[in-house]
T-cell receptor, first 112, second 116 residues
Framework: SQQGEEDPQALSIQEGENATMNCSYK?????LQWYRQNSGRGLVHLILIRSNEREKHSGRLRVTLDTSKKSSSLLITASRAADTASYFC????????????FGKGTKLTVNP | DVKVTQSSRYLVKRTGEKVFLECVQD?????MFWYRQDPGLGLRLIYF???????EKGDIPEGYSVSREKKERFSLILESASTNQTSMYLC???????????????FGPGTRLTVT
């Protein structure tokens, strides 16, 4: 099944810096979503970008999508220690599907 | 706010025991999911239900079964627990976003199951 792959697997930065995470996927999609998971907890939806969109913003989050390269990036600006978490991209099949396929995640550590 | 609850945060069971993991959502969502999450493997879909009494196998259904007798409740059953089923289990429900074929998933807090 298609799968998003996040890169890097782990990222450690200082508070105030920007964090960029990338996601690549294999087949055509309807949309791509980013989720966040705090340690030992469930996932929380952050942002969704549709296949006909190229960029989307939500607060300190900026997501881009390049369907020609089958890739997306998540940028967190002015990071805070509270942003420490794992971040996952998730894709659904072109045309839409109830099922999402999640990548393995990027573990972000923001040092105070 | 959507709330998805799972019956236990931590569970320890013995090999061979029958294990029930319960998930309840309060937003009348049609779709519910069970995933397991293991280090280095990400989230893998075990089973999916799109309506009461309806189910569909995910990527790793072996050793598991599910039950959905009521819309709000989706149970994962380990018929005979084995040590390789030690994992974090996550339940989710999903909402169809208006005017689209796009679904957003809402997750419970997870159950960390240890089988000894």
């Amino acid at each position: 099944s298609q799968q998003g792959e996040e890169d890097p697997q782990a990222l450690s930065i200082q508070e105030g810096e920007n964090a960029t995470m990338n996601c690549s996927y294999k087949t055509s999609i309807n949309n791509l979503q980013w989720y966040r998971q705090n340690s030992g907890r469930g996932l929380v939806h952050l942002i969704l970008i549709r296949s006909n969109e190229r960029e989307k913003h939500s607060g300190r989050l900026r997501v881009t999508l390049d369907t020609s390269k089958k890739s997306s990036s998540l940028l967190i600006t002015a990071s805070r220690a509270a942003d420490t978490a794992s971040y996952f991209c998730a894709t659904d099949a072109e045309g839409g599907s109830e099922k999402l396929v999640f990548g393995k995640g990027t573990k972000l550590t923001v040092n105070p | 706010d959507v709330k998805v609850t799972q019956s236990s945060r931590y569970l320890v069971k013995r090999t061979g025991e029958k294990v029930f993991l319960e998930c309840v959502q309060d937003m009348d969502h049609e779709n519910m999911f069970w995933y397991r999450q293991d280090p280095g493997l990400g989230l893998r879909l075990i089973y999916f239900s799109y309506d009461v009494k309806m189910k569909e196998k995910g990527d790793i259904p072996e050793g598991y079964s599910v039950s959905r007798e009521k819309k709000e409740r989706f149970s994962l059953i380990l018929e005979s627990a084995s040590t390789n089923q030690t994992s974090m289990y996550l339940c989710a429900s999903s909402l169809l976003l208006p005017g689209s074929r796009t679904y957003e998933q809402y997750f419970g807090p997870g159950t960390r199951l240890t089988v000894t």
